[in-house]
């Protein structure tokens, strides 16, 4: 995450809001390769575009994905 540069301020307040996601594999089996993360990354970038948000980080392995959102100014 970025430093003091996310910090957004309003009329009355200053605020840094993220959303940290977490998708996870039904029992967590071990099923997700680097060809699954490289193409949800590409999806998750597409889908935050259409919404305008802005997707910070993107991680995963191969039982999960976390992704740290933000929607920009």
């Not at 605020?15 to 099923?31: D, E, N, P, S």
Request: some cysteine.
């Amino acid at each position: 995450m970025a430093g003091l540069g996310d910090i957004r301020t309003g009329t009355h307040c200053t605020f840094a809001l993220h959303a940290h996601l977490v998708f996870v594999t039904k029992y967590r089996h071990r099923v997700l390769s680097d060809q699954h993360l490289n193409r949800m990354e590409d999806i998750m970038r597409t889908v935050c575009a259409d919404f305008d948000t802005e997707l910070v980080e993107f991680n995963g392995e191969d039982n999960h994905v976390h992704l740290l959102q933000n929607r920009p100014t």
